[in-house]
């Protein structure tokens, strides 16, 4: 078997685990929200990676465009009873070509600056979000229903496994396309823009590329956000999502598929976890604190992010080290 035969394999098995557990163990209602939130921010967040763990840019501004995907949805399905399908690839579609727009603008600009002027950007929308209330419901918020396939309407169990396996198609494209030409570029431009410009990439066409592709990312998880939880408020695509995004790309493993899932899953299992303990448990924004440091700790100590972990406590414990003769004959 390939090497991308068995990426594909490994994917489709997290998968099928993480369908069978909630039903194995017949878990309850806050378990599988716990759960489907987890898959609803690893999409973005495979999004948000393919902008910043491969090409290399930044953006604060992301969930805003979940917010576009969301409220986009919920008025495709609820407004004009359109199929839900449809109303999710129009929550594709529509956030690719606004982050296609605005990325003319604001990808010219480089480092900080950039997440200066998507952070802008994000603050920007999110007062549309407000204003427009005949779109988006206002601060009062805009409900919509599960989603209804075929003339079945979905509950709670069958959202997680829709959006388990969304996850897990977007996985698969995602590698994908990273072993691409393409993707081939962006991981060049990553390491060396200058030797990337020197080969023929044309550096402003594929930060471009990029940041459409991770919008897009960023309205399906909106649009499924919105099918799951079915009600949705402007706050909600703040700037504390976009650092959220920001923090599981980094705590998971820049440049990773699989760091993704794992990023998200430490933001959102730790929290749950520590609001058990005595006096950690009545932190107010205990959540918002745990992201900014762990982001600290993990730049600080180790960037390679949560899905290296297990390789490197295996070469360092149990891979056998050469001996001296050994290195010599190396």
Same mark, same amino acid.
Request: hydrophobic share 55%; glycine share 10%.
């Given at each position: 078997?390939?090497?991308?035969?068995?990426?594909?394999?490994?994917?489709?098995?997290?998968?099928? @685990?993480?369908?069978?557990?909630? &039903?194995?163990?017949?878990?309850?209602?806050?378990?599988?929200?716990?759960?489907?939130?987890?898959? /609803?921010?690893?999409?973005?967040?495979?999004?948000?990676?393919?902008?910043?763990?491969?090409?290399?840019?930044?953006?604060?501004?992301?969930?805003?465009?979940?917010?576009?995907?969301?409220?986009?949805?919920?008025? !495709?399905?609820?407004?004009?009873?359109?199929?839900?399908?449809?109303?999710?690839?129009?929550?594709?579609?529509?956030?690719?070509?606004?982050?296609?727009?605005?990325?003319?603008?604001?990808?010219?600009?480089?480092?900080?600056?950039?997440? @200066?002027?998507?952070?802008?950007?994000?603050?920007? /929308?999110?007062?549309?979000?407000?204003?427009?209330?005949? !779109?988006?419901?206002?601060?009062?918020?805009?409900?919509?229903?599960?989603?209804?396939?075929?003339?079945?309407?979905?509950?709670?169990?069958?959202?997680?496994?829709?959006?388990?396996?969304?996850?897990?198609?977007?996985? /698969?494209?995602?590698?994908?396309?990273?072993?691409?030409?393409?993707?081939?570029?962006?991981?060049?431009?990553?390491?060396?823009?200058?030797?990337?410009?020197?080969?023929?990439?044309?550096?402003?066409?594929?930060?471009?590329?990029?940041?459409?592709?991770?919008?897009?990312?960023?309205? @399906?998880?909106?649009?499924?956000?919105?099918?799951?939880?079915? !009600?949705?408020?402007?706050?909600?695509?703040? @700037?504390?999502?976009?650092?959220?995004?920001?923090?599981?790309?980094?705590?998971?493993?820049?440049?990773?598929?699989?760091?993704?899932?794992?990023?998200?899953?430490?933001?959102?299992?730790?929290?749950?976890?520590?609001?058990?303990?005595?006096?950690?448990?009545?932190?107010?924004?205990?959540?918002?604190?745990?992201?900014?440091?762990?982001?600290?700790?993990?730049?600080? !100590?180790?960037?390679?992010?949560?899905?290296?972990?297990?390789?490197? &406590?295996?070469?360092?414990?149990?891979?056998?080290?050469?001996?001296?003769?050994?290195?010599?004959?190396?």
């Amino acid at each position: 078997m390939s090497i991308r035969n068995m990426k594909q394999a490994q994917y489709m098995l997290f998968g099928v @685990i993480a369908i069978l557990f909630p &039903i194995v163990t017949s878990a309850k209602g806050s378990t599988i929200t716990l759960l489907a939130s987890i898959g /609803i921010l690893s999409i973005a967040t495979l999004g948000f990676n393919v902008l910043l763990g491969y090409s290399g840019q930044i953006s604060l501004g992301h969930g805003a465009f979940m917010g576009i995907g969301a409220y986009v949805s919920a008025y !495709f399905v609820s407004q004009l009873e359109l199929p839900f399908f449809l109303a999710l690839a129009l929550a594709a579609i529509i956030p690719f070509f606004v982050g296609f727009i605005l990325g003319l603008i604001a990808l010219r600009l480089e480092g900080h600056y950039l997440a @200066i002027a998507t952070l802008g950007l994000a603050v920007v /929308i999110e007062e549309i979000f407000a204003e427009f209330s005949g !779109f988006t419901g206002g601060w009062s918020g805009t409900k919509t229903t599960y989603p209804t396939i075929f003339g079945y309407t979905f509950d709670k169990l069958a959202v997680y496994i829709l959006i388990i396996t969304i996850l897990v198609i977007l996985m /698969i494209v995602t590698y994908n396309f990273m072993k691409s030409s393409t993707g081939r570029a962006l991981v060049a431009m990553k390491k060396s823009e200058h030797a990337a410009q020197a080969m023929g990439v044309s550096l402003f066409k594929y930060k471009l590329l990029a940041f459409s592709i991770s919008t897009m990312y960023a309205g @399906i998880a909106g649009s499924l956000y919105i099918h799951f939880f079915r !009600f949705a408020e402007p706050k909600l695509w703040g @700037i504390g999502l976009s650092l959220d995004l920001l923090a599981a790309a980094v705590i998971g493993g820049l440049g990773t598929i699989g760091g993704a899932v794992v990023g998200v899953g430490f933001l959102k299992i730790l929290p749950t976890f520590l609001q058990t303990v005595p006096i950690l448990g009545d932190i107010d924004g205990l959540s918002f604190v745990l992201t900014g440091i762990s982001i600290v700790i993990f730049v600080m !100590f180790y960037p390679k992010g949560l899905i290296n972990l297990p390789v490197d &406590i295996y070469k360092k414990f149990f891979s056998k080290k050469p001996t001296e003769a050994e290195e010599v004959d190396l």
